[in-house]
């Protein structure tokens, strides 16, 4: 009874705050002239884009906070603090990230230009923000070094070589998030579905019991932050969300297949993330190799579709719709 109040009190409150936030906050970015600047080698339509405040990730990021403090609250009231503090370990990630995304928009802002942090530089810093996040959870005995293989339920004992397998997956998919943030509610909507899978996982997965509260939360503040921020973000977009958005949010979804104890369900559930990426990788890597030659329109992914005609909003449809139809494959998996 106590994770389905706290569920339902955590989404309601996350999208609540997410939308008053947003509200106040959009005013305040534009008179600090705080808008994003479009590449020239993007879309040249999505020059009408520039201006649109950006860093709007802040209001989702504050109502997390916000909420995560209110359920702390509750649950040592209730008795029940020690199974909210795994959550408070993924928030702390998740933030780690968007204060990453924040120097980045920064930084883009300060030299008016789409380009704030080297790649060096971010991943660095995504790097450090990792390790601190599995020191934490290994400490705390929420992981061990044997993985678990998804779908058919084979575990392996990897010792060392756990911790550089989930470095590279926590920085990647980190990365693969922010580059979905590419049109209008993308990223959002995609998110809003994952957050929607940790729901599921939290009350039917027998595997997510020991943490269960921690992962309704991550799925309620997912939810609830996303739908909110959604409110100003879906096409056309009032505000964009930002590295500093997209960040927290790839460190929220990374981190919580790590409370499931399936690190590996991220790639599938994540299924658009992983394209968006690797469509990147391709372009660059078929490029190189042809001396010039492209095999997507543009990349990541989104571009191609739209340099082939589909709407913004038609893209957004048929990727959460994708992302929705992995989301049910995933839960296969745990």
Known sequence: MFDVILYISALILTFVITVVISHKLIPVLKSKKMGQKILEIGPRWHKSKEGTPTMGGIAFICATVIVCILACIAAAVWGNGKEVLPFVYVLLYGVLNGLIGVVDDSAKLRKKQNEGLTARQKYLLQLVAAALFLILIAATDIVNTTLYIPFIGYTLELGIFYYIIALLL????????????????????????????????????????????????????????TLGFLVYNFYPARVF?????????????????????????????????????????LQVTYFKLTHGKRLFRMAPIHHHFEQCGWSEVKIVTVFTVVSALFCVLAWFGL
């Open 170 to 225: 926590l920085t990647g998919m980190v990365n693969s998030v922010n580059l979905t943030d590419g049109i209008d509610g993308l990223a959002s909507s995609v998110t809003l579905v994952v957050g929607i899978f940790f729901s599921a996982a939290a009350f039917f997965a027998i595997q997510a019991a020991p943490f269960s509260t921690a992962l309704a939360l991550l799925g309620a503040t997912l939810i609830g932050g």
């Open 241 to 281: 969300m930002g590295d500093t958005g997209s960040l927290f949010l790839g460190g929220m979804v990374v981190a919580g297949a790590f409370l499931l104890g399936n690190p590996l369900i991220v790639v599938v559930c994540g299924i658009v993330y992983i394209c968006e990426t690797a469509s990147v990788m």
